[in-house]
């Protein structure tokens, strides 16, 4: 069976900090990883996936995430955040020869102004 | 794009009430799956489908059961509503061998 740990329920930052948002996943074989993201009221969208090749992929709006195979870890990252990035972001993988995704319980992000 | 349509955005319905929720997709695609958001828990996995009338055991399927008689269809039913039922309903579609999901808006259900 698979799984996802995200480590933070809620994140609270200020406009222009840094942020990484932790994402570790269990499973044995080879993975995909998505990162989704739901705005206040909007319906899920992707912000950036991996499948293979380099493990630093970069997604919308300046986010960027790096699969770290050795952790399991496929963590979130934005140099400086902006109020609009305020949004719950879930960590998702497939595995194997699954179609369905397994998803983290989200991280709420609120930024400050 | 590809549009996945949830019929109700939110609904209101009693106890022991038998309740549909449906979705329609338009790009024909194979996949189609139904999810419940609830806070702190994330997505949870209900049911899936992988072509009509196909149908499989998510992760929490019991008190729901589904019906995908079309292609572009796939309805979320659940028998008997109860208060645990409360929750944001997603429904998503996937092309076979495709990676991604397109989501719905959602349906919250309020089971009063």
């Known amino acids: 069976a698979q799984s996802v740990s995200q480590h933070n329920h809620h994140v609270i930052l200020s406009e222009a900090a840094s942020l990484e948002l932790g994402c570790n996943y269990s499973?044995?074989?080879?993975?995909?990883l998505f990162w989704y993201v739901q705005y206040p009221g909007q319906h899920l969208q992707l912000l950036l996936k991996?499948?293979?090749?380099?493990?630093l992929v970069k997604g919308i709006k300046g986010f960027e995430a790096e699969f770290i195979k050795s952790k399991f870890s496929f963590n979130l990252r934005k140099p400086s955040v902006q109020w609009s990035d305020t949004a719950e972001y879930f960590c998702a993988i497939r595995g194997g020869g699954a179609d369905g995704l397994t998803f983290g319980k989200g991280t709420h992000l609120i930024i400050q102004p | 794009d590809v549009k996945v349509t949830q019929s109700s955005r939110y609904l209101v319905k009693r106890t022991g009430e038998k309740v549909f929720l449906e979705c329609v997709q338009d790009m024909d695609h194979e996949n189609m799956f139904w999810y419940r958001q609830d806070p702190g828990l994330g997505l949870r996995l209900i049911y899936f489908s992988y072509d009509v009338k196909m149908k499989e055991k998510g992760d929490i399927p019991e008190g729901y059961s589904v019906s995908r008689e079309k292609k572009e269809r796939f309805s979320l039913i659940l028998e008997s509503a109860s208060t645990n039922q409360t929750s944001m309903y997603l429904c998503?579609?996937?092309?076979?061998?495709?990676?991604?999901?397109?989501f719905g808006s959602g349906t919250r259900l309020t089971v009063v």
């Open positions: 499973y044995g074989g080879t993975v995909n």
């Open positions: 991996y499948f293979s090749g380099d493990p």
């Open positions: 998503a579609s996937q092309e076979r061998g495709r990676f991604g999901y397109t």
